[in-house]
């Protein structure tokens, strides 16, 4: 079965989008521009979240997303490097944290589904 439609997201960390997924869309650029796509990040800074995702994936993506999204964030202490948790204990996040916004995951598929 193909799939006409694809979504991509991704992570912001320390201000950008996770590497392999910034590569895997630039390999595939020519075939995701001829598919519907929704773009969604998840990020600590939900005012920037939008604009992120706007600077952090390539153009030509942002321009043919049907959808683009924010999703909350997740922090878990114990997946960090030593270095990341000093790093994020110096912006205040000394424990786990998790804010997902499920409305805002609805809303995105809700949205995606009515442009097609």
Same mark, same amino acid.
Request: aromatic share 10%.
């Given at each position: 079965?193909?799939?006409?439609?694809?979504?991509?997201?991704?992570?912001?960390?320390?201000?950008?989008?996770?590497?392999?997924?910034?590569?895997?869309?630039?390999?595939?650029?020519?075939?995701?521009?001829?598919?519907?796509?929704? @773009?969604?990040?998840?990020?600590?800074?939900?005012?920037? =979240? &939008?604009?992120?995702?706007?600077?952090? $994936?390539?153009? +030509?993506l942002v321009h043919v997303a049907c959808a683009k999204g924010y999703f909350g964030y997740r922090i878990d202490?114990?997946?960090?490097?030593?270095?990341?948790?000093?790093?994020?204990?110096?912006?205040?996040? @000394?424990?786990?944290?998790?804010?997902?916004?499920?409305? =805002? &995951?609805?809303?995105?598929?809700?949205? $995606?589904?009515? +442009?097609?």
């Amino acid at each position: 079965m193909l799939f006409m439609s694809q979504f991509s997201g991704a992570s912001y960390y320390i201000g950008k989008i996770d590497k392999n997924v910034i590569r895997f869309c630039n390999v595939h650029l020519a075939t995701l521009t001829e598919k519907r796509i929704g @773009l969604f990040v998840c990020a600590g800074e939900p005012d920037k =979240a &939008i604009e992120q995702l706007e600077v952090g $994936f390539p153009r +030509e993506l942002v321009h043919v997303a049907c959808a683009k999204g924010y999703f909350g964030y997740r922090i878990d202490l114990t997946r960090l490097s030593l270095l990341d948790r000093i790093l994020l204990t110096g912006v205040g996040k @000394l424990r786990n944290e998790e804010d997902m916004k499920r409305g =805002a &995951i609805r809303d995105f598929a809700k949205n $995606f589904l009515q +442009e097609g």
